[in-house]
């Protein structure tokens, strides 16, 4: 990702502020070619795998007793499984947002438009939220309604029980961008920051959950992509649902307020 540079589009950063500096980032983030590509390939991972799971429901299921539906799935449970695998092409996207700009240069250029630290972080969180919560509630709603034919019998679709599925797949992929964006801006260099992200989301958690003992189990439960998980599944046996969605949004604040005293701390 190449970030824009050059003079500040009218009315953006040089002279208003935090709105400034939010259509400053929104500007630049829809003038690259990789977020446009990362979107699409969110997309196509999205559709893939939710095919994917619908088609091994139904294998999984090989009962032809019309009265058995306790394999019955929701339609939305299949985007919430998908997010798994299509979480990190947004993490990606979010993290490019600052990491990119570290890589080229480009981010003296930046803090020279918007040169209150908190403010250029806070622009750059409030868009690769709404990026990463709006294309996730896109993206699985529409994974889940292309899953519904291929699950037939198996598949169950109440609108209620399924705009709450899209929307929880919404707001973890929003703040799990969040939290992209605050390791980025801690860690600045896309590599290290996309090697700790998956460690943190999938290798950590994996680990802990497997190793059979209680206390490392329980520690997983804390972990943020379990924790969002408990959230989205609306299931958990250590705590509630929400709660759930009140832990990831923890390590989404505590990565931001890393990365806020990073950025003022060090040299651009």
């Not at 998980?229 to 046996?237: C, D, K, Q, T, V």
Request: overall charge neutral; glycine content about 12%.
């Amino acid at each position: 990702m190449t970030a824009v540079t050059g003079t500040p589009p009218r009315g953006t950063a040089s002279g208003g502020r935090l709105p400034g500096a939010v259509a400053a980032e929104w500007t630049k983030a829809w003038t690259v070619r990789s977020t446009w590509w990362n979107l699409f390939g969110a997309a196509v991972l999205m559709g893939l795998a939710c095919l994917q799971l619908a088609v091994y429901t139904v294998n999984a299921n090989g009962n032809d007793d019309p009265s058995d539906d306790k394999g019955v799935v929701a339609a939305g449970t299949i985007a919430i499984g998908a997010v798994d695998l299509v979480q990190f092409v947004l993490i990606g996207l979010a993290m490019l947002l600052i990491t990119a700009e570290y890589s080229t240069g480009a981010i003296r250029t930046t803090l020279q438009w918007i040169p209150r630290r908190g403010e250029l972080l806070a622009a750059k969180t409030l868009v690769a939220g709404v990026i990463g919560g709006a294309a996730g509630t896109v993206l699985a709603a529409a994974g889940s309604l292309a899953a519904l034919p291929l699950l037939g019998r198996w598949g169950r679709f109440e609108f209620a029980a399924w705009l709450g599925d899209v929307l929880a797949v919404g707001a973890y992929l929003a703040l799990i961008s969040v939290f992209a964006v605050g390791v980025g801006a801690l860690l600045r260099g896309a590599a290290g920051t996309l090697i700790v992200i998956f460690l943190v989301v999938l290798v950590v958690p994996a680990s802990l959950q497997a190793s059979d003992l209680t206390v490392f189990e329980r520690v997983a439960d804390f972990m943020p992509a379990v924790a969002g998980a408990a959230f989205m599944r609306g299931e958990s046996g250590t705590y509630p649902p929400a709660l759930g969605l009140l832990i990831l949004a923890a390590w989404a604040a505590a990565a931001l307020l890393a990365g806020h005293a990073a950025l003022r701390r060090r040299d651009a």
